[in-house]
């Protein structure tokens, strides 16, 4: 499905985070009201220049259980570019699942009359605090019982892959997994949700989430029909001298401090050959920092700016500009990651910025 009016020359897909509203585990694991803007609120600089706490502006400290919300996101988002929203999806198996109200309700009331798609947010969920073993606390475990319970998330998500509003990749529902390692057979899974699908006269698009360049055969052959590559950590790995890794490794052990680097530096290498293939889905991100989240100084990008965005944005939309139209297909990572970092939504540091940013990327190329 392309957008309405879309005359750019990509289809950019935002991951959306539907957490922004309180729900009975959360207030259970972390005290009554809490959602992630908690997090956001409360974060502190770790280091000189920092940039925390992060106070969003034009929408303000929202909750998604309100559709005027929903609807002000939606038409941000279509207003710079986006193609649709990508919400993640949270089912741990035996019909468990956590913050699925937005989307329901998205689904249910056919508003915004916007653009949407799933990915499955299959891992567990954890309280990255160490407890007294050492070891972290299990919130919710991500199951796979067997047959039945494929079946069960099939026929749960069958709705929303019937909905006219839908994201299509050649007349297919795009369907992402965000830890296909997670999987105990994906060839199986993926076979049997093919064939459910097929009774129902269409065929999925599967899209496999990874950090590593060397899991795109292996999708391949598990039959995932595209690759989301994530190179945020790439420039830990090709750009780092061997001094800079002794250096990181002390920090990390000896004084419980990440890795803090340049955003320009690292967004050199969040683009690779890679994806020239049509079957694989550059990454656009405009920042990283999950300190507000994890309570820590860990991995944290810094100094970027919407300018740096829109030179990485013109970097990745190029690389996919020789592809067919329905190919060119970039991730945003994210739209409103607030306790990541990672989000387009507008701030008072920066305001709309990184959403012109987009725009002129896209109008550019």
């Known amino acids: 499905m392309t957008p309405d009016n879309n ?4 289809r950019v897909i935002a991951f959306y985070l539907p957490q ?9 694991w972390w005290g009554k009201g809490f959602t992630e803007w908690t997090n956001v609120g409360k974060a502190k600089p770790l280091f000189r220049g920092h940039y925390q706490p992060r106070v969003p502006a034009d929408l303000g400290y929202y909750d998604l259980r309100l559709p005027e919300t929903r609807q002000a996101q939606a038409d941000m988002a279509r207003e710079y570019g986006v193609e649709g929203f990508c919400y993640w ?6 019909g468990r699942q956590l913050l699925q109200r937005p989307f329901e309700e998205v689904l249910k009331s056919g508003r915004p009359d916007f653009p949407f798609c799933l990915a499955w947010a299959n891992h567990s969920w954890e309280d990255k605090q160490f407890n007294k073993d050492g070891g972290h606390k299990m919130l919710m475990e991500q199951l796979y019982p067997g047959d039945e319970d494929y079946i069960a998330h099939f026929n749960h998500v ?3 892959f019937e909905d006219p509003r839908y994201i299509r990749v050649h007349g297919n529902p795009l369907f992402v997994v965000y830890s296909p390692h997670g999987l105990p057979e994906p060839h199986h899974f993926i076979g049997l949700w093919q064939d459910l699908a097929s009774r129902h006269g269409f065929r999925i698009h599967f899209v496999g989430h990874t950090y590593q360049e060397r899991d795109l055969p292996l999708f391949r052959q598990w039959g995932f029909d595209a690759n989301i590559l994530v190179r945020l950590f790439d420039v830990f790995k090709k750009d780092f001298s061997i001094w800079e890794r002794m250096n990181a490794k002390f920090q990390r052990i000896a004084l419980k401090r990440g890795r803090h680097i340049e955003y320009g530096r690292a967004a050199r290498h969040f683009i690779g050959e890679e994806e020239k293939a049509a079957d694989c889905y550059p990454t656009l991100i405009p920042n990283w920092d ?9 991995h944290i990008l810094v100094h970027s700016t919407p300018e740096k965005f829109k030179q990485h944005a013109l970097t990745s939309l190029r690389s996919i500009a020789h592809k067919e139209e329905e190919d060119r297909i970039a991730f945003l990572k994210s739209w409103n990651e607030w306790a990541e970092g990672n989000y387009m939504e507008p701030d008072l540091k920066f305001g709309r910025g990184y959403l012109e940013a987009l725009r002129q990327a896209l109008q550019e190329i």
């Not at 922004?20 to 959360?26: C, D, I, K």
């Open 7 to 10: 005359k750019t020359k990509a």
């Open 20 to 28: 922004f509203h309180p729900t009975p585990e959360n207030d259970r």
């Open 89 to 94: 999806h949270y089912w741990f198996g035996n």
């Open 158 to 160: 069958l709705p929303a």
């Open 290 to 298: 999950h300190s507000p989240r994890s309570g820590r100084a860990g």
